[in-house]
């Protein structure tokens, strides 16, 4: 069971448990204090405990999956692309095609599993996602910050709050990109196919992106992102939204089918492209935040992986 629900708190001097037991009639307060505890709720982007007293207007998300409350994640070994450790922190570089946390149909081989096995330290120890802040696609690679402490964690979760985490992705698109844009356009699940999101109008959840031109090599353009703010599925949802989906992005419209809307004379290269790229064409190049522990702003780069590095080339020399 995965259930998601955001609230405004429209009420004051009230336990955060309360608030939720009465908006959620389906779950005991027991229940919804299991949750808390977990880490599946959040209020203006911290994890907090069940007795917290609310003073109007916080955001309050949640975020239950019920099959794993009870379970515990166990380690396992596996390789971790370390960018940068200290005792604060870990940054790393995750491969496409690993998913950051159990889920449905996910349960071992997740980073999260070799995030328990390699390192002793990690922040919320009883929560079902220990260290994790924040997290990428399971076919989106590049870089992530993990948090070993507790003051680390909500000190990062802060930031990404109140948006001064500057993020910058790089993605392979279908068709030509104006030079620069933001893309505005509010973000609510998917009312069919509810594992994704969609852009609505007049409802859902605030959500921003501004792009940049790098290149165009018909029919592919080779692009920057930066999303200012950080809802799920955000950029591959926006990208969709202007007509421009994400290269090899089947979930949105960006796959083979997407294609064969361009020129016969293309065929030959995006068959070649999609063989090469059999994921989502996306990477979390860079992340800069202010560092929990010394206060200075520290920015950590992942290198483009060599899937898309290799489509590239190809693309240059077409």
Request: proline share 4%; aromatic share 10%.
């Amino acid at each position: 069971m995965t259930e998601h629900y955001l609230f405004t708190a429209n009420e004051s001097r009230l336990r955060l448990d309360h608030y939720l037991a009465d908006k959620l009639p389906k779950f005991s307060r027991s229940k919804i204090q299991s949750f808390i505890k977990k880490g599946q709720v959040t209020v203006n982007g911290l994890i907090v405990k069940s007795s917290l007293i609310l003073q109007g207007k916080e955001t309050i998300e949640c975020y239950f999956i019920e099959e794993y409350q009870e379970g515990i994640i166990k380690g396992e070994k596996m390789d971790i692309d370390i960018l940068y450790e200290d005792d604060a922190l870990v940054v790393i570089n995750k491969p496409a095609g690993l998913v950051v946390h159990p889920g449905r149909g996910n349960k071992t081989g997740t980073l999260l599993n070799g995030l328990i096995y390699h390192f002793n330290e990690l922040s919320h120890k009883e929560s079902n996602r220990p260290g994790i802040v924040h997290r990428l696609d399971k076919d989106t690679s590049g870089v992530m910050i993990i948090a070993k402490n507790d003051r680390v964690h909500e000190s990062l979760s802060r930031q990404f709050y109140l948006r001064k985490v500057c993020k910058e992705y790089l993605a392979l698109i279908w068709g030509k990109l104006d030079n620069k844009g933001i893309i505005n356009g509010n973000i609510e699940r998917h009312p069919k196919y509810r594992q994704l999101f969609t852009v609505v109008e007049n409802r859902g959840r605030e959500s921003v992106t501004e792009y940049e031109l790098n290149d165009y090599y018909p029919p592919i353009s080779f692009i920057k992102l930066y999303p200012k703010t950080g809802r799920t599925h955000q950029i591959r949802v926006h990208l969709k939204s202007i007509g421009h989906p994400i290269f090899a992005d089947n979930a949105y419209k960006g796959g083979a089918n997407y294609g064969r809307s361009f020129h016969a004379k293309y065929t030959k290269l995006i068959n070649r492209l999609l063989k090469i790229v059999n994921r989502v064409a996306l990477h979390a190049h860079s992340i800069e935040i202010c560092h929990p522990v010394t206060n200075k702003q520290k920015k950590f780069n992942a290198p483009f992986p060599q899937d898309l590095e290799l489509a590239l080339e190809i693309l240059k020399n077409e």
